[in-house]
């Protein structure tokens, strides 16, 4: 019968095998965070087989489908892959502060808060924040990063997805209509299929490419450039939090949705925040990701890139009208390092309508987002913003996250709160 599988990196390429000596399997194919592919059989070796040359990345995670000789499906248990570059972050190991949990309620959800046995003003705001502690180990990062005086103390709060009951999220009637776009189908962009030493993108919408910090449409939806959520967050959420805390304007964060939602609200509410954290943002745009647009709000989120792409006067104080209503050997790369060209950080300008604040944003170099990334990191640093932007390597996961919150998120916090 089958055996058990196995992956290698030899620093130039991927190799993953599956042992079937009976050949009883008819399919084995790869999924994983940065590609797919079919493995190939190889009688010599009464395995499965497939390689190929090395993404821009120092791990994968990924596993194996098992298909059968009629059809029936199983897959291999969760597995990751490492080059022999890859490191984890030192902080994992390293000694954290004092500090107390407890939960906040709020309207529409419960925060839970992580505070530092000394008194301070200073807050950092996360969304998907149950998941950004599990597995992204935020809170680890928090408390090891003030111990070891990187960073100056301050409050975390975790903040799941609020509830689409509170008032101030129902959407107005014209919130959702697709105007100012082309049909989808017109910047629908065609993958090449997988081969045997050709890899191809993981599809965007439903694959395992892109692990939802929470699945469902509650939050899609609020994260997904929404008005009424940005409103919600700066004028219900933050004040609450603020008087609770006894702090001033927060640092907001998010990953994929949620650095979208955070970004839109501070665009909306500029005094609100006083720096962004933005990792692997779903800023898409029909040139770049026609991939995605099976995604029920894709238009919402392309008309908000749009106005972000073509702003010219910074972050816009919304008083009246709405046009969001209206119509190899080292794949890591940082900020003015030469081949990006599209990140570095100038002085923080004040446009008239509010704030252009500090923001960093990372993304992994193996993931469909760098693209959007990129074009955002400079429609941000055209608006005033003092933007850092670094390409991790890594793709949309959670481990690749974590593993930039040092140095990128510490950066920034020393920049904001100096």
Not at 72 to 95: I, N, V
Not at 169 to 189: I, K, Y
Not at 283 to 312: C, K, N, S, V
Request: proline share 10%; net charge positive; aromatic share 8%.
């Amino acid at each position: 019968m089958e055996g058990a599988g196995g992956a290698w990196c030899d620093g130039a390429v991927l190799r993953f095998r599956y042992a079937d000596p009976g050949r009883r399997l008819a399919a084995v194919r790869l999924w994983s965070s940065a590609i797919k592919a079919d493995l190939v059989f190889r009688d010599e070796l009464g395995a499965w087989e497939w390689s190929c040359a090395r993404p821009p990345l120092w791990r994968l995670d990924y596993h194996l489908e098992l298909v059968g000789p009629h059809g029936e499906r199983r897959s291999t248990a969760p597995a990751e892959l490492r080059c022999p570059d890859y490191t984890e972050p030192d902080w994992l190991a390293a000694p954290a502060a004092a500090g107390t949990w407890r939960r906040m309620p709020l309207p529409g959800l419960t925060a839970r808060i992580w505070s530092p046995r000394v008194d301070t003003g200073r807050i950092l705001v996360a969304h998907d924040g149950p998941e950004y502690d599990s597995s992204g180990r935020l809170g680890d990062y928090v408390a090891t990063a003030i111990e070891s005086g990187r960073v100056r103390p301050f409050h975390l709060v975790l903040l799941p997805p609020a509830r689409q009951d509170q008032p101030a999220l129902r959407p107005p009637a014209r919130q959702d209509r697709p105007a100012l776009l082309p049909p989808a189908r017109q910047n629908r962009q065609v993958l090449p299929p997988a081969g045997q030493n050709r890899p191809a993108l993981l599809p965007s919408a439903g694959q395992s490419r892109k692990p939802p910090p929470r699945k469902g449409g509650e939050r899609e939806r609020i994260y997904a450039a929404d008005p009424g959520y940005a409103r919600f967050l700066a004028r219900e959420l933050l004040p609450r939090i603020r008087a609770r805390l006894g702090g001033g304007p927060v640092v907001g964060a998010g990953v994929s949705l949620g650095a979208l939602a955070m970004l839109h609200a501070q665009w909306r509410f500029p005094e609100s925040f006083a720096g962004l954290f933005l990792q692997s943002g779903s800023y898409f745009q029909p040139r770049h990701d026609g991939q995605e647009a099976g995604f029920r709000l894709f238009r919402r989120i392309a008309r908000f890139t749009g106005l972000m792409r073509h702003a010219g006067s910074g972050p816009m104080r919304h008083a009246g009208s709405d046009p969001m209503q209206q119509a190899g050997s080292s794949p890591m790369r940082h900020a003015g390092s030469g081949p990006i060209g599209h990140a570095g950080s100038g002085p923080i300008r004040h446009s008239g309508s509010g704030p252009a604040i500090p923001v960093s944003l990372t993304c992994g170099a193996a993931e469909e987002n760098l693209a959007n990334n990129r074009d955002m990191a400079d429609s941000l640093r055209q608006q005033g913003y003092a933007v850092e932007f670094a390409e991790n390597p890594d793709a949309h996961t959670w481990t690749g996250w974590r593993d930039a919150l040092h140095p990128h998120l510490t950066g920034l916090l020393r920049r904001v709160w100096i």
